[in-house]
């Protein structure tokens, strides 16, 4: 450990900015949700704390546990919070972070240069939102311990509980979830803690995390010394690289220190991730512009000094040279300033010209270092430009003129009467049969109806411009009405919700599958705002007497059947398809708002969203393969 001057950490480093009164009565706005993740909110805000420490030179390992009874064990080396009584609230500095909003290092002058934790309300909030809080701190040889209980009221005062050795030092957390703040759930989910911690490794060179489950014996250990260049590579795992080196560039000024790793891969699709301070920038920022901005300058630079392009030839776009990129980029900064309906995009304004710079720097010097491979990524962006070219003009076929003018392609949507986008909404029906039903049974007021033909193109597979000359895409592009690509505007959106609605077996599975790659390539924002939803069409139909009894699945049906009378006849009916149901059958069970079930499509990982699409709809056939052999075992309803 650091014992310099600079370790210097104390009770004058804790900054004290207001109280903790509202955070009980209001956790939402504090933790975002109640949900499972507002649950999950808790961890994230005690292990910032550690990685601030990482952060700041002075912590290596971090252990998490989730234990038997469902708490949350956080340890680390750090430094151990300051334990001296602090001079404004007459508390114990340990007492004070746990027990006051916004008390805190990152608030502070000495504390950090740079700080994680997007809200800043860290442990106080944890505290006041568990059944019980324990804290033990290593610190100057001794061990020090507080518990809290009750959200956050202080049970047993700082005592010194033992000794340890002078050069241990450290924080360890333990917390209790409070179950009647989080009614939905307190049960935490291992995979969504799995997915956070071995991007918090990435994202911190070096920094070994330890994750625990004591519920099911899982362990699992991050620590990559390469760091995000790691991070390029696994997301690159399941993709074909078209150049060997991955390409890694850092360095700092004003402060600001900029890290950058990418490689391009034979795809069509950029796969870009930002964060700043190890928060997820998903709607970008400065940090993100810099870059891109970067990009674009320093590759055209090198393809017109490389003769690749010739003088009369148009500059290559953005889009252009960040086909196939798989990007992590990582922003280092001291005060950041967060905007956009989130609070995840940065808006520090002098960030951008020195991610500029240092990502400059960096591309340039590798592509004159590197000529073989800095022929094919402009290979690949020039292929790109002319693909782009064909796009735009494919492209033309979708937009209407004057608003609702009908083509031969917007004949095939049969369009409600109201034009409300908030109470309007389109089922994606496959098939003229079904199609035909589903009119019938449908509100005409409000409820569209678009057919489409078989399983549309795959465009995990295909460029834009392929899939724009694709009728059924070009269909479905002119029905919503925003736009694709890098042109969508979602305030355009002529139906809130869009429901996609198939036969409840593989093929059904598959077309769904085909239209949610579609929608994540193209339409990402309509999956970020909730507006893609799948329609649950029974499986089963149990009639007795002048009962009909629809139902999901075969639990559902077994447990209905249990629930009648010993003696009662009934008959069963397997559900074999939408176009099999009369109009009257399908609007009671699958169209009409009142019965209906409607599961949403939410996007909450856009990482590990696109590795499973990657997996499941690209090229590559063998990691494909091996999914279905370590899955086979869990598919339910499966048709033969």
């Known amino acids: 450990m650091n014992n310099t001057a600079e370790n210097h950490y104390d009770a004058s480093d804790i900054q004290v900015l207001e109280g903790l009164e509202a955070v009980r009565k209001r956790p939402g706005m504090y933790i975002g949700s109640t949900s499972s993740r507002g649950l999950h909110h808790l961890v994230w805000e005690i292990v910032d704390n550690a990685i601030d420490e990482a952060l700041a030179g002075y912590c290596d390992d971090i252990e998490v546990t989730v234990n038997k009874d469902g708490s949350v064990t956080v340890k680390d080396d750090g430094r151990g919070i300051p334990v001296e009584v602090h001079p404004k609230t007459g508390l114990s500095t340990v007492e004070t972070v746990y027990t006051?909003?916004?008390?805190?290092?990152?608030?502070?002058?000495?504390?950090?240069?740079?700080?994680?934790?997007?809200?800043?309300?860290?442990?106080?909030?944890?505290?006041?939102?568990?059944?019980?809080?324990?804290?033990?701190?290593?610190?100057?040889?001794?061990?020090?311990?507080?518990?809290?209980?009750?959200?956050?009221?202080?049970?047993?005062?700082?005592?010194?509980?033992?000794?340890?050795?002078?050069?241990?030092?450290?924080?360890?957390?333990?917390?209790?979830?409070?179950p009647s703040i989080f009614k939905e759930t307190v049960d935490f989910d291992y995979d969504i803690l799995k997915n956070r911690f071995r991007e918090l490794a990435f994202l911190?060179?070096?920094?070994?995390?330890?994750?625990?489950?004591?519920?099911?014996?899982?362990?699992?250990?991050?620590?990559?010394?390469?760091?995000?260049?790691?991070?390029?590579?696994?997301?690159?795992?399941?993709?074909?690289?078209?150049?060997?080196?991955?390409?890694?560039?850092?360095?700092?000024?004003?402060?600001?220190?900029?890290?950058?790793?990418?490689?391009?891969?034979?795809?069509?699709?950029?796969?870009?991730?930002?964060?700043?301070?190890?928060?997820?920038?998903?709607?970008?920022?400065?940090?993100?512009?810099?870059?891109?901005?970067?990009?674009?300058?320093?590759?055209?630079?090198?393809?017109?000094?490389?003769?690749?392009?010739?003088?009369?030839?148009?500059?290559?776009?953005?889009?252009?040279?960040?086909?196939?990129?798989?990007?992590?980029i990582s922003a280092k900064v001291p005060d950041p300033q967060f905007e956009g309906q989130t609070k995840t995009k940065l808006g520090n304004?002098?960030?951008?010209?020195?991610?500029?710079?240092?990502?400059?720097?960096?591309?340039?010097?590798?592509?004159?270092?590197?000529?073989?491979?800095?022929?094919?990524?402009?290979?690949?962006?020039?292929?790109?430009?002319?693909?782009?070219?064909?796009?735009?003009?494919?492209?033309?076929?979708?937009?209407?003129?004057?608003?609702?003018?009908?083509?031969?392609?917007?004949?095939?949507?049969?369009?409600?009467?109201?034009?409300?986008?908030?109470?309007?909404?389109?089922?994606?029906?496959?098939?003229?049969?079904?199609?035909?039903?589903?009119?019938?049974?449908?509100?005409?007021?409000?409820?569209?109806?678009?057919?489409?033909?078989?399983?549309?193109?795959?465009?995990?597979?295909?460029?834009?411009?392929?899939?724009?000359?694709?009728?059924?895409?070009?269909?479905?592009?002119?029905?919503?009405?925003?736009?694709?690509?890098?042109?969508?505007?979602?305030?355009?959106?002529?139906?809130?919700?869009?429901?996609?609605?198939?036969?409840?077996?593989?093929?059904?599975?598959?077309?769904?599958?085909?239209?949610?790659?579609l929608f994540y390539r193209y339409f990402r924002p309509l999956l970020e705002n909730g507006h893609v939803y799948a329609a649950q069409p029974p499986l089963y139909s149990i009639k007795h007497g002048k009962t009909i009894k629809y139902v999901l699945n075969e639990e559902e049906r077994d447990a209905y059947l249990a629930s009648l009378p010993a003696n009662t006849k009934y008959d069963i009916g397997r559900m074999k398809g939408l176009g099999e149901m009369d109009a009257h059958e399908l609007r009671e069970t699958t169209m009409h708002i009142g019965t209906r079930i409607l599961k949403r499509i939410d996007l909450n990982d856009a990482i590990v969203a696109d590795e499973t699409f990657q997996l499941l709809m690209g090229e590559e056939v063998e990691p494909r393969r091996l999914f279905i052999e370590e899955n086979a075992l869990n598919v339910v309803n499966l048709d033969i």
């Not at 008390?103 to 000495?110: S, T, V």
């Not at 997007?118 to 944890?126: F, M, T």
């Not at 911190?204 to 790691?230: A, C, H, P, W």
């Not at 810099?290 to 090198?302: A, D, F, M």
């Open 100 to 178: 006051v909003l916004h008390a805190g290092g990152k608030f502070g002058g000495g504390g950090y240069k740079v700080s994680g934790g997007l809200h800043g309300v860290g442990a106080s909030v944890v505290n006041a939102l568990s059944k019980w809080v324990e804290v033990t701190v290593y610190k100057n040889g001794k061990i020090h311990y507080i518990k809290f209980s009750n959200g956050g009221h202080t049970e047993h005062p700082l005592n010194v509980i033992g000794e340890c050795s002078i050069d241990r030092t450290g924080t360890t957390v333990t917390f209790m979830p409070d």
């Open 349 to 517: 304004s002098e960030v951008k010209k020195v991610a500029a710079n240092i990502f400059g720097e960096g591309l340039d010097r590798f592509l004159m270092e590197n000529p073989d491979q800095a022929k094919i990524i402009v290979e690949k962006a020039i292929t790109a430009a002319r693909a782009r070219v064909a796009a735009k003009k494919a492209r033309e076929i979708t937009r209407r003129k004057g608003g609702l003018e009908l083509t031969h392609q917007w004949g095939k949507l049969t369009d409600c009467s109201s034009k409300d986008a908030s109470v309007s909404e389109v089922f994606i029906v496959e098939g003229d049969s079904a199609a035909g039903t589903a009119k019938d049974g449908r509100d005409p007021a409000t409820q569209a109806i678009l057919p489409i033909r078989g399983k549309i193109l795959n465009v995990e597979k295909a460029r834009l411009d392929k899939a724009l000359n694709n009728e059924e895409i070009r269909t479905i592009i002119t029905a919503f009405g925003t736009g694709i690509g890098e042109e969508f505007d979602l305030s355009k959106l002529r139906y809130h919700k869009i429901i996609i609605m198939t036969d409840a077996d593989v093929d059904g599975a598959h077309i769904r599958t085909l239209l949610l790659t």
């Open 204 to 328: 911190n060179k070096g920094l070994r995390i330890i994750l625990r489950d004591d519920r099911t014996d899982k362990k699992d250990m991050f620590v990559y010394e390469g760091g995000i260049s790691e991070y390029v590579k696994l997301l690159n795992d399941k993709k074909t690289p078209i150049h060997s080196t991955i390409v890694h560039t850092d360095g700092k000024e004003d402060g600001v220190t900029i890290e950058v790793a990418f490689q391009y891969n034979d795809g069509y699709t950029p796969a870009i991730y930002s964060f700043v301070n190890n928060i997820t920038t998903p709607e970008g920022g400065t940090h993100e512009d810099g870059v891109k901005n970067s990009l674009t300058r320093i590759i055209n630079n090198y393809a017109r000094g490389a003769k690749m392009l010739k003088d009369n030839d148009e500059n290559l776009q953005g889009e252009d040279v960040r086909e196939g990129i798989t990007m992590i």
